[in-house]
């Protein structure tokens, strides 16, 4: 079992930037890759980023490419979640999740493990 926990959520205005973080604790957080997911009101989830294990593999929607960065620092546990330029759409309560892969993959669906959320609202 993995447990997820997001934290770095509040309240910008559009134009700013804020980091999330995932921790993780429990099971060994060898071979997971993790994600990052949102769901605004009224809305689907939907997929956001993805790093690998290693870190050496990422993917990423088209909506937050060029703005949104993933990274991990494994010896910490910790996922994070750099947003700059952040816009009202980017609006959502956001999830991070874990899947353990067997090869180097940022995968964008089947997660297993999943934390509770945190919510991003970005004024006009």
């Known amino acids: 079992q993995v447990h997820l926990v997001e934290s770095g959520g509040g309240l910008v205005q559009a134009g700013d930037s804020l980091r999330l973080s995932c921790a993780a604790s429990?099971?060994?957080?060898?071979?997971?890759?993790v994600g990052w997911f949102r769901q605004a009101p009224g809305k689907e989830r939907e997929f956001v980023t993805a790093?690998?294990?290693?870190?050496?593999?990422?993917n990423s929607a088209d909506s937050v490419k060029g703005r949104f960065t993933i990274a991990r620092d494994n010896a910490r546990n910790t996922v994070y979640l750099q947003m700059n330029s952040l816009k009202p759409e980017d609006t959502a309560v956001y999830y991070c999740a874990a899947r353990y892969t067997s090869a180097e993959g940022a995968p964008k669906r089947a997660y297993d493990y999943w934390g509770q959320g945190t919510q991003v609202t970005v004024s006009s």
């Open positions: 790093i690998s294990w290693s870190g050496a593999t990422t």
């Open positions: 429990g099971r060994t957080w060898a071979g997971y890759a």
